[in-house]
């Protein structure tokens, strides 16, 4: 079971990336999944999250209405569109998924992690 968190980079303040999160060895549509970040210094925090099934999503409200996750199942990926960003949006970005329904955004709900992607966003 494995998770690749990919698409980061360097991206001026008001500008946009997509993060992907593509699994192998299991099939994503099954799970929820999860994106969080961490800042340097910081502790981990839930950005938003996927369920399996429905596709019920959920965001935290510091990014509602600028970030979107999505998933596509056939190509067992989940994505993370991220508009408008913000400096305080840099961190490194992870992706994570577990079988609970709904999905939630605390870390300690999540059974498999990816390695991160950095997005730093900076003029």
């Known amino acids: 079971v494995q998770l690749q968190a990919s698409g980061g980079g360097l991206v001026q303040p008001g500008g946009s990336l997509r993060l992907s999160c593509t699994a192998s060895?299991?099939?994503?549509?099954?799970?929820?999944i999860g994106w969080f970040r961490q800042a340097p210094g910081k502790e981990r925090e839930g950005v938003a999250c996927i369920s399996s099934s429905d596709g019920r999503t959920y965001y935290e409200a510091f990014v509602k209405g600028r970030f979107t996750i999505s998933r596509d199942n056939a190509k067992n990926t989940v994505y993370l569109q991220m508009n408008s960003l913000k400096p305080e949006d840099t961190a490194v970005y992870f992706c994570?998924?577990?079988?609970?329904?709904?999905?939630?955004?605390?870390?300690?709900?999540?059974?498999?992690w990816g390695q991160g992607t950095q997005v730093t966003v900076s003029s």
């Open positions: 994570a998924a577990d079988q609970t329904y709904p999905c939630g955004i605390s870390p300690r709900e999540y059974d498999y």
């Open positions: 060895g299991f099939t994503l549509d099954y799970y929820g």
